[in-house]
């Protein structure tokens, strides 16, 4: 179960670096990593399960989000992350 935040993080940039992993900047200057392999269930993350498919994501507001309409909420990379 996620933590409580005192701090509604947004994502400004992301990249893939490889094995279903994506470093992203949040708003604050903090860089973290997640391999995002374990939120790709449901219908919806299916065809994200192709690399190719996977690494098209972009920045949509605040968050990662693909052009299947997915996405991972920015307070789950905060928390899951690994700071880098």
Do not use: Q, S
């Amino acid at each position: 179960m996620l933590e409580r935040l005192k701090y509604l993080p947004k994502i400004i940039d992301a990249k893939y670096i490889g094995n279903f992993t994506i470093e992203v900047e949040f708003d604050n200057g903090e860089r973290k990593r997640i391999n995002c392999r374990k939120y790709l269930k449901g219908k919806i993350f299916e065809e994200l399960k192709d690399e190719e498919k996977f690494k098209e994501f972009f920045i949509d507001g605040y968050t990662v989000c693909w052009p299947n309409g997915a996405d991972i909420a920015p307070e789950t990379l905060y928390l899951e992350g690994k700071n880098h």
